[in-house]
């Protein structure tokens, strides 16, 4: 089946999404990614392999923290790195998203990082780079509308093997607003081609999409029975703007029913690990003693985030074999 994120021969020439990628890929990214973090696992080794290699992070929906570990990384990478907060630029003055592509291309792009709010738009881009004989210039999908979000799923998958060696005998847990997140998406997809035997999704009735049992997916509305016996806890961020809507009653009503406190975290395994894509919204989503505490690996994932985007990078400009 024809994959537009692979070349001919295979290889990866853009990373859109998780979904359809083979088990090796999916490998190479998180053992390259290994080799750029550095043996105490506190820091990120700066590697010149994108030296004169331009990086364009086009962010037409705002997120500080995702577009910060991709200017990281790739300043670790000693790529040269242009902002651009299209939000505010010429989206607004009518020029259409491809009209910009093609400006930007012609400013000698190596790569391109999207971050869009339509789900598909890096799919386009992309599509429209192929279409046009610009096979060099690479596409970062850093998420897109509820769809995909797969550097974020890649660094979720960094730090599960980090602490937990292998997938095949875990039970990982995602919990929260998994209908509107596509970090979900892209963590269920990788999770399920690495492996991992059992999936569950946790969340109230409104929050949990169609489909995901076709995927292999436990779903539970009660937190407490859905924790049972987990190695791995995913939160995810509930977004504040889906409050107010009819999907939820409030804040409070929801840390009582989902939010992750001590008691609830006793419920898995003693070494189960607490992940959670960030910016968290303490108690709502988690407990400050769980996020605070010894099982919670939150701040890792952030480091090993610039480690997994410094491998999609490097492997994309053909840098790293």
């Given at each position: ?168 005998n875990l039970t990982v847990a995602i919990v929260g607003d998994i209908l509107h997140s596509r970090v979900a998406r892209s963590d269920i997809h990788a999770l399920t081609t690495l492996g991992v035997p059992e999936i569950r999704a946790i969340g109230p009735a409104t929050l ?105 990078m490097s492997i994309l400009a053909g840098t790293h074999g």
């Open positions: 089946m024809f994959n537009p994120q692979l070349n001919k021969n295979g290889e990866l020439q853009h990373l859109l999404t998780i979904e359809g990628l083979p088990k090796p890929i999916l490998n190479h990214i998180l053992d390259t990614a290994s080799s750029f973090v550095s043996i105490s696992d506190r820091e990120v080794k700066k590697v010149p392999l994108m030296r004169g290699k331009s990086v364009f992070n086009l962010f037409f929906e705002n997120s500080t923290r995702t577009r910060t570990t991709f200017e990281i990384a790739s300043k670790r990478l000693s790529a040269d790195v242009i902002n651009l907060n299209i939000a505010a630029s010429s989206t607004t003055k009518g020029e259409s998203l491809l009209d910009t592509i093609d400006n930007l291309a012609a400013m000698h792009a190596d790569m391109f990082v999207v971050r869009h709010s339509q789900s598909g738009a890096p799919f386009l881009i992309a599509k429209h780079l192929d279409d046009h004989g610009q096979k060099d210039i690479h596409v970062v999908n850093a998420g897109d509308g509820r769809h995909a979000h797969p550097t974020q799923g890649l660094l979720d998958m960094y730090t599960i093997r980090h602490y937990k060696k292998d997938f095949s949990l999409p169609g489909g995901l049992e076709q995927m292999g997916v436990r779903l539970f509305s009660n937190i407490d029975e859905g924790l049972k016996g987990v190695d791995v806890i995913i939160m995810l961020r509930l977004q504040n703007e889906r409050m107010s809507g009819a999907l939820l009653p409030s804040a409070q009503e929801y840390f009582k029913s989902y939010g992750l406190t001590p008691e609830r975290l006793a419920l898995a395994k003693p070494d189960a690990i607490v992940m959670h894509p960030g910016p968290m919204n303490r108690g709502v989503e988690i407990d400050s003693a769980v996020a605070d505490g010894a099982q919670a690996v939150i701040l890792p994932q952030v480091t090993f985030g610039i480690a997994v985007r410094m491998a999609v």
